[in-house]
């Protein structure tokens, strides 16, 4: 009695799936080091894809096969038993049901394709349209968000977007002054930046001497005496800024310097027009769908000052709480 279909099936889908694989792996050990700037969201989109793939053909092909090939093993050894009884022989103790079960057993490459496709979507659904983490990578967030900080972004606070393109299908609460927000950077929209929003669209924002002006009113400060720099190893001066709604602290020098210049690789950002460079900061009108966002680390943020406004399309979501902190787990919850 034979079941060739215990065996490795299908060698040119298992070589294909292996292929991927280590393109897979490929991707991601050059992202690891740096070779390319990898995107986790188009990588999810397409692992989603290739995996349902993988998924409907196990449901609707491989399956029934591995059935039918099993079904056709029990009633070849219940007629290979019938005969041998017939002939007065006792039949052989095979273990059927063994070689049953070897045959419906997956193989390894819809194992790790069609089995991941409902983990892979659920991670996909949940990251793209709900809530998304993220890590601090730098300083300009402190005091608020510090370097190793593990963040959630809610996706859905501002509107519902498409995953990959971008494109928002549902409008929802509209970008505040004071938000934290996660966008794609303007100047290479492959990466992720967060600032905080001090202006919005028609507001005229100013930074001069080390101090912010919306609509030309002072914004509030306060002064909360000296705080320790873990980056810098010394003592800044930290304040309390209230925008709108929200209060918060930030770090300014304000005897340092205020010039700022256009600092962009690719040239004037758009509406640079709406932009005046002078000795004591810079001041800009913030044109329609636009946001200007600042580093609450403001000696030390490269931020709109340098390369201009945040467009309504590459914003992500908005920073609702830290989540994880491995070097000092008291610092999740949220941060406002």
């Known amino acids: 009695m034979t079941h060739p279909e215990s065996q490795e099936s299908h060698p040119g889908l298992s070589a294909l799936t292996g292929l991927l694989y280590a393109g897979l792996v490929a991707y991601l050990a050059g992202w690891y080091l740096d070779k390319w700037t990898g995107n986790f969201s188009l990588l999810l989109f397409l692992m989603s894809v290739v995996t349902f793939f993988y998924w409907v053909a196990e449901r609707w092909v491989f399956l029934p096969q591995r059935r039918a090939a099993a079904d056709a093993l029990v009633k070849q050894d219940s007629e290979r038993r019938a005969k041998l009884a017939a002939e007065g022989i006792k039949a052989d103790n095979i273990d059927v049901d063994a070689a049953r079960r070897a045959i419906l057993r997956q193989p390894w490459w819809l194992d790790w394709t069609a089995g991941l496709f409902p983990v892979i ?5 949940l990251r793209s349209f ?11 967030m402190v005091p608020t968000l510090l370097v190793g900080d593990l963040i959630l972004v809610n996706k859905f606070h501002y509107g519902v977007r498409l995953p990959v393109i971008h494109k928002k299908v549902l ?19 492959r990466i992720d930046y967060i600032k905080r929003v001090v202006a919005i669209a028609g507001d005229e924002v100013s930074w001069r001497n080390q101090r912010l002006y919306i609509n030309g ?33 930030m770090l300014v020098d304000r005897d340092a310097p205020s010039y700022f210049r256009m600092d962009r690789a690719d040239g004037p950002f758009p509406f640079a027009q709406n932009c005046q460079y002078i000795l004591e900061g810079v001041t800009c009108r913030v044109p329609a769908g636009h946001y200007y966002a600042l580093g609450d680390n403001r000696d030390n943020s490269r931020d709109s000052r340098y390369w201009g406004f ?14 994880m ?3 000092d787990p008291k610092r999740v919850g949220r941060f406002h």
């Not at 979507?121 to 659904?125: C, P, R």
């Not at 945040?310 to 989540?323: F, R």
Request: zero cysteines; hydrophobic letters at 40%.
């Open 325 to 327: 902190n491995f070097s």
């Open 121 to 125: 979507v659920l991670v996909f659904g």
């Open 217 to 249: 009113q002072e914004v509030a400060t306060e002064s909360l005496g000296p705080y320790f720099d873990q980056d810098s190893l010394k003592e800044r001066p930290l304040f309390k800024e209230k925008l709108g709604a929200v209060e918060h602290q």
């Open 171 to 189: 409008e929802n609460n509209p970008v505040q002054r004071g938000d934290v927000v996660v966008f794609r950077y303007p100047e290479d929209t």
């Open 130 to 140: 709900l809530f998304e983490p993220f890590r601090i990578p730098s300083g300009s």
């Open 310 to 323: 945040v467009p309504d399309e590459n914003i992500v979501g908005k920073a609702v709480m830290i989540w």
